[in-house]
């Protein structure tokens, strides 16, 4: 499936070379992305309006449970689709957590291409 306009994501991670790797995989796809190393730079990259959040967990600022939570409070941002993914948030109330705060998917590093492109089309899409 192609796109005419690539998909711009933000992608939240304090970890650089995770957060680095998510961007080249997202690019290798054809994705625009913007890159935020905390809760607080994620709420102003927010602001630009990506069609997708990619959305660690444990960030040292704020849980990304915040973060998303402060997102979906705020009309401007609301509608963006977040997509939690984290390494060490492996518990299963840590989905739940991020239905609560408006989250939508929850991937589990590692994540292949094909996975993150599936659900990050299936965010934009409005599929769960």
């Known amino acids: 499936m192609t796109y005419s306009e690539p998909i711009t994501v933000l992608v939240v991670n304090d970890n650089e070379p995770q957060n680095y790797a998510l961007a080249q995989m997202l690019r290798r796809d054809g994705c625009a992305v913007l890159r935020a190393f905390s809760g607080s730079e994620a ?5 630009k ?3 997708v959040i990619l959305m660690d967990v444990n960030m040292p600022d704020m849980l990304g449970f915040e973060v998303c939570s402060r997102l979906k409070s705020d009309p401007a941002t609301a509608g ?3 997509i939690f993914i984290s390494a060490t948030y492996q518990y299963p109330t840590a989905q ?3 239905t609560s ?3 939508g998917a929850f991937l589990f590093y590692p994540v292949e291409q094909q996975q993150l492109m599936a659900v ?3 965010a934009i899409a409005g599929i769960d």
């Open 120 to 122: 990050v089309r299936g």
């Open 101 to 103: 705060v408006g989250g």
């Open 43 to 47: 709420l102003v990259q927010a602001r």
């Open 49 to 51: 309006r990506p069609q």
């Open 96 to 98: 739940q957590t991020g």
């Open 80 to 82: 963006i689709p977040v």
